[in-house]
Antibody, heavy 118, light 110 residues
Framework: QVELVESGGGLVKPGGSLRLSCAASGFTFSDWYMNWIRQAPGRGLEWMSYISHGGDARNYADSVKGRFIISRDNAKNSLYLQMNTLKAEDTAVYYC???????????WGQGTMVTVSS | QSALTQPASVSASPGQSISISCTGTSSDIGGHIYVSWYQQQPGKAPKLIMYDVVRRPSGVSDRFSGSKSGNTASLTISGLQAEDEGDYYCSSFTTTNTLLFGGGTKLTVL
């Protein structure tokens, strides 16, 4: 079945780095734009970044531009998010999400929790 | 990049209809058709229930419908059921190739 499974979350100190991974299965990963979306505890959804099929097009929310880097390895059916210079306000559940087109997110992972705290 | 504006909460009794508004600007909602809606129930990932303003994914009840007028999109749920309780989020692609979500609306079925 179609599935996205995130990993790599955890506790990190302010200023630290973390790399999230997302393993895709059940569909042709290279056919789809992919995104990262986060949700702080008790808060709403916040879009972080997208990457195109081949990785040549990417964009980021202003809140993470210059600190986060999205990438993908289509041979490994995997999506990544390198998070640098982490801040307390980056604490959230991070979701790996497939874009069915028109920025409509039809497949979501279960999320991975990132906590930034000293 | 300000979030889209949604009411914080809405409530109604089973069988009634409700609408949730989502207000943006000409740079997002008013600029194209890429407006979507998501339902999120406690402890779960969001679920896509509407896209391209008016299109329902396969498997989503036809009690859900979408519309847009100018810079405001709306989600209507008719024949409310207890299972419809949850948080609802709108989203819109923007003219700067980013995406905005609304702040979310908590739906309570009385």
């Amino acid at each position: 079945q179609v599935e996205l499974v995130e990993s790599g979350g955890g506790l990190v100190k302010p200023g630290g780095s973390l790399r999230l991974s997302c393993a895709a299965s059940g569909f042709t990963f290279s056919d789809w734009y992919m995104n990262w979306i986060r949700q702080a505890p008790g808060r709403g959804l916040e879009w972080m970044s997208y990457i195109s099929h081949g990785g040549d097009a990417r964009n980021y929310a202003d809140s993470v531009k210059g600190r986060f880097i999205i990438s993908r390895d289509n041979a490994k059916n995997s999506l990544y998010l390198q998070m640098n210079t982490l801040k307390a306000e980056d604490t959230a559940v991070y979701y790996c999400v497939r874009d069915r087109g028109g920025s409509a997110f039809d497949i979501w992972g279960q999320g991975t929790m990132v906590t930034v705290s000293s | 990049q300000s979030a889209l504006t949604q009411p914080a909460s809405v409530s109604a009794s089973p069988g009634q209809s409700i609408s949730i508004s989502c207000t943006g600007t000409s740079s997002d909602i008013g600029g194209h058709i890429y407006v979507s809606w998501y339902q999120q129930q406690p402890g779960k990932a969001p679920k896509l229930i509407m896209y391209d303003v008016v299109r329902r994914p396969s498997g989503v009840s036809d009690r859900f419908s979408g519309s847009k007028s100018g810079n405001t999109a709306s989600l209507t749920i008719s024949g409310l059921q207890a299972e419809d309780e949850g948080d609802y989020y709108c989203s819109s692609f923007t003219t700067t190739n980013t995406l905005l979500f609304g702040g979310g609306t908590k739906l309570t079925v009385l």
